[in-house]
């Protein structure tokens, strides 16, 4: 089983910084899309940011200009770099991986558990 594991999260007040990490237990150098998803209390799980193997990114109009998602191949992993944060982006944060793949075996649609971030006013 392939497994994308998140982290990062926390507290902090408005205006303040976070980066958030998504690791995967296989390579990610032949996955197409990953993303960043949230969810917030009461509410529907929404794209936050997104990025293809070729390197092309794609933002919630929320976020854009706040928040930056890159990936490195080389460590398995994604991240997630949230500036100027609001309460408003208070949600629990999922990374998604379209499809992660080993020597055998590939895996569809694979989430993480999710990492909670509280920005307070």
């Known amino acids: 089983q392939a497994d994308l594991v998140e982290s990062g999260g926390g507290l902090v007040q408005a205006g303040g910084s976070l980066r958030l990490s998504c690791v995967a237990s296989?390579?990610?150098?032949?996955?197409?899309?990953m993303g960043w998803y949230r969810q917030a209390l009461g509410k529907q799980r929404e794209l936050v940011a997104s990025?293809?193997?070729?390197?092309?990114?794609n933002y919630a109009d929320s976020v854009k200009g706040r928040f930056t998602v890159s990936r490195d191949n080389a460590k398995n992993t994604m991240y997630l770099q949230m500036n100027s944060l609001k309460p408003e982006d208070t949600a629990v944060y999922y990374c998604h991986a379209d499809r992660l793949r080993d020597t055998y075996y590939y895996w569809n649609d694979v989430w993480g558990q999710g990492t909670q971030v509280t920005v307070s006013s």
């Open positions: 296989v390579s990610i150098i032949r996955t197409n899309t």
């Open positions: 990025i293809s193997s070729g390197g092309s990114t």
